[in-house]
């Protein structure tokens, strides 16, 4: 079974440019969730889809950040226009249920690096 | 809101020691525990989790936690660690989000060097 992918691995922009992450989950996964870890601090939640639907997008730091999963499969990431600070790790990660009021496995992705010049 | 904390940034330890990495969380009336391991240039893994019934939890590659409700710590061990187990450890709480959702909260991580 493949595991959850996640494309670029590492993307360097320009302060001002847009750029677009990309996540697979793990097929029949319901759940999809988006997390940031900015050097040197925690991983931080930013959304949770529960299939396309937003379920949760407490963590979003902006409006520069979108967030889409159409159809409920793969989900992109989108920042524009980024900003220094947006540097850091995302993360995606999926579940298949929430079973135990939230005891389901999250499987991480590889992440992917985003240098903002 | 949760909170967790790994009170060490970087732990070294020799190849073949025994190691702990600490991990105290905010207090609960529930709590769902993990603990994941990122390998360089590596995802997130997950070594084991918490979720009800015995306090020693056992993962994979000889790690095991221990659940300590009074302390309210979930702290990391291994007997004898390998080279291999250079990584970085991560623990988390599940967190509700107060909006239908469930997540995760995490520490800041603890790098775990070992030394041949």
């Known amino acids: 079974e493949a595991g959850v992918t996640q494309f670029p691995s590492h993307s360097v922009i320009e302060k001002g440019q847009t750029v677009t992450l990309r996540c697979d989950p793990i097929?029949?996964?319901?759940?999809l969730y988006w997390y940031r870890r900015v050097m040197g601090k925690e991983i931080k939640f930013l959304l949770h889809?529960?299939?396309?639907?937003?379920?949760?997008e407490s963590g979003m730091p902006n409006n520069r950040f979108l967030a889409e999963r159409t159809g409920g499969t793969y989900s992109t990431l989108k920042v524009q226009p980024a900003e220094l600070e947006d540097s850091g790790v995302y993360f995606c990660?999926?579940?298949?249920?929430?079973?135990?009021?939230?005891?389901?496995?999250?499987?991480f992705g590889p992440g992917t690096r985003l240098t903002v010049l | 809101a949760q909170s967790v904390t790994q009170l060490d940034s970087q732990v070294p330890v020799f190849e073949e020691a025994p190691v702990e990495l600490r991990c105290n969380y905010s207090?609960?009336?529930?709590?769902?525990l993990f603990w994941y391991v990122q390998y360089p240039n590596q995802g997130l893994q997950l070594l084991l989790k918490?979720?009800?019934?015995?306090?020693l939890v056992k993962g994979i590659n000889g790690f095991e936690a221990e659940f300590n409700k009074s302390q309210t710590s979930f702290h990391l061990r291994k007997p004898s660690v390998h080279i291999s187990d250079t990584a970085e450890y991560f623990c988390?709480?599940?967190?509700?989000?107060?909006?239908?959702?469930?997540?995760?909260?995490f520490g800041k991580g603890t790098k775990l060097s070992v030394i041949p």
């Open positions: 918490y979720l009800s019934g015995s306090t």
């Open positions: 207090s609960s009336v529930s709590v769902y």
């Open positions: 097929s029949g996964h319901d759940n």
């Open positions: 988390a709480v599940r967190s509700y989000s107060g909006a239908g959702s469930y997540q995760l909260t």
């Open positions: 889809f529960v299939k396309e639907s937003k379920q949760d």
């Open positions: 990660a999926s579940s298949q249920v929430f079973g135990l009021a939230g005891a389901d496995t999250q499987y």
